[in-house]
C-alpha cells in the first residue's frame, strides 16, 4: 500500500514515496493510484576545485524566480529564487554552526544554478554537466576563482513517471513543496550520508575551510534538483596570458602556499558526459605536474618520476609576509596535448594543507 508521505534515502535511486488514492470512477484511461516514485540521490565527492581560461559570463535577473508547474488553465506561480536560497543556506549555516563553525557567505557564482539546470533537463542526478564538464570546470567558466566541491541532490519522480504526473495520466501525483523538499535534503546530506556516501556530503557541509557556497535550485510540481558548491575562496587572483600563468594576493595570517599542482582531463564533450553520468563521484584529473619555488644556484630538486617538474620565474612575498602570494610561471612545458589543464594552489596553515585556489586552462590546437 502507498503511503501519502515522501521519505528521502541519499544514494537509493529507486526510493519510493507515494501519492494520495483516489477513487478511480469516471477517470477512464487515467492511471490513478500510483506510487510516486521519488529520487533523492546526494552525491557529493571529495575533489579539488578548478578554473577555465575563458571566463564566460550570463546576464542574470536582479530577482529570478522559478516557474512551476500547473494543470491546464491555470496560471504559472513563481517562487522568489533568494527566498529559496536564503532556506538552504541558513540551513547549512545551522548545521556548521552546530558543530562549531564558522558560517558559509552565499557566493554569486552560477556554477550551481547552471548545473541544477542541467540535472533537471535529464531528470538524472551527475556531477558531470552534459557538455562533459566536471564541476570545476563550470565554476571557473561563471568566474570562480576559488577551490569548489560539489553536493547534489534530487527529489522527484522518474523520468517516465514525471511525464505521466505532467500529463495528466497520472492522477494525485504528490508534488514537491520546496521549503520541505530542500531542508529534507539537507538533512539526509547531514545524517544519512554514511551508507550512500561514506559521508562525503556531510564532511563537505562540515569542512573548516570552506568560506562560500553557490546554491542552485531548480523545481516544479513533480521534481527538484538542488546543488551546493563550497568554496575555499582566500582571495587570490589568477590570470594567464600566452601561457605565462600569474597568481597573487593574500592568505589569511599563518597560511603559506608551498606549491601548485597541475592535472589533467580531456576536453569536456557529450561523449564523456555519457561515459560517467552514472558515477557517484568525479576526481581532479590525472596529475601532470608540480610548480615549486625557484632554488638558489647550484641546488637542484630531484625530479620525480613520471612528473613535470617547473621552477617558476618568480615567487615571492610581495610584502615580505609568507603570507603574500606572487608568483609567474609558464605553463608550456606542462603542456603536451589538447585537454584541460587545472591548477591547485597547495596552501600549508600549520601541519595541515589544503587547496586553496584553482584554475583550468583549455587547450584546443583546432
Known amino acids: 500500500m502507498c503511503g501519502a508521505q515522501n521519505y528521502f534515502v541519499a544514494g537509493d535511486p529507486a526510493t519510493t ?30 575533489i579539488f576545485a578548478p578554473a577555465i581560461l575563458g571566463v564566460i559570463t550570463q546576464q542574470q535577473d536582479s530577482n529570478p524566480a522559478f516557474s512551476i508547474l500547473q494543470p491546464q488553465g491555470q496560471e504559472p506561480v513563481t517562487v522568489p529564487r533568494e527566498e529559496l536560497v536564503q532556506h538552504a543556506l541558513d540551513l547549512i549555516n545551522k548545521d556548521r554552526a552546530d558543530f562549531g563553525l564558522p558560517p558559509v557567505q552565499l557566493s554569486s557564482n552560477q556554477a550551481a544554478q547552471v548545473h541544477a539546470e542541467d540535472v533537471f533537463r535529464t531528470k538524472r542526478i551527475s556531477h558531470w ?60 546530506m547531514m545524517y544519512k550520508d554514511k551508507e550512500c556516501c561514506d559521508n562525503g ?13 553557490s546554491i ?19 582571495g587570490l587572483d589568477i590570470s594567464v596570458n600566452n601561457g605565462q600563468v600569474t597568481i597573487s594576493g593574500q592568505l589569511l595570517e599563518g ?20 561515459q560517467n553520468k552514472h558515477m557517484l563521484s568525479y576526481s581532479a584529473g590525472e596529475l601532470v ?32 609576509s609568507p603570507s603574500s602570494v606572487d608568483v609567474m610561471f609558464n605553463l608550456a612545458s606542462a603542456v ?26 583549455f587547450v584546443d590546437s583546432e
Open 17 to 46: 514515496a507515494a501519492a494520495k488514492k483516489k477513487n478511480s470512477s469516471g477517470s477512464a484511461g487515467k492511471i490513478v493510484a500510483a506510487c510516486v516514485l521519488v529520487t533523492v540521490v546526494a552525491v557529493a565527492l571529495f
Open 336 to 361: 603536451r596535448k589538447d585537454g584541460v589543464y587545472t591548477l591547485f594552489a597547495v596552501v600549508e596553515d600549520g601541519e595541515e594543507r589544503f587547496k586553496a585556489t584553482s584554475y583550468s586552462i
Open 129 to 188: 554537466m552534459t557538455n562533459g564538464e566536471k564541476p570545476y570546470m563550470t565554476y571557473t567558466r561563471y568566474g570562480g576563482e576559488g577551490s569548489v566541491q560539489q553536493n547534489v541532490a534530487i527529489a522527484g519522480f522518474s523520468p517516465e513517471q514525471y511525464e505521466q504526473c505532467r500529463t495528466n495520466i497520472l492522477l494525485d501525483c504528490e508534488r514537491i513543496e520546496p521549503l520541505s523538499t530542500i531542508a529534507e535534503l539537507q538533512y539526509e
Open 255 to 274: 597560511q603559506e602556499l608551498q606549491q601548485i599542482d597541475i592535472y589533467y582531463d580531456e576536453i569536456p564533450t557529450r561523449e564523456i558526459y555519457e
Open 289 to 320: 605536474a608540480a610548480v615549486v619555488e625557484p632554488l638558489p644556484l647550484g641546488f637542484y630538486y630531484e625530479k620525480p618520476e613520471g612528473l613535470i617538474l617547473i621552477e617558476a620565474n618568480r615567487w615571492g612575498q610581495g610584502d615580505d
Open 216 to 234: 542552485g535550485i531548480v523545481y516544479d510540481r513533480y521534481y527538484l534538483a538542488f546543488v551546493e558548491n563550497f568554496e575555499n575562496n582566500y
Open 201 to 213: 556530503h556531510r564532511y563537505n557541509i562540515l569542512d573548516p575551510r570552506h568560506t562560500h557556497v
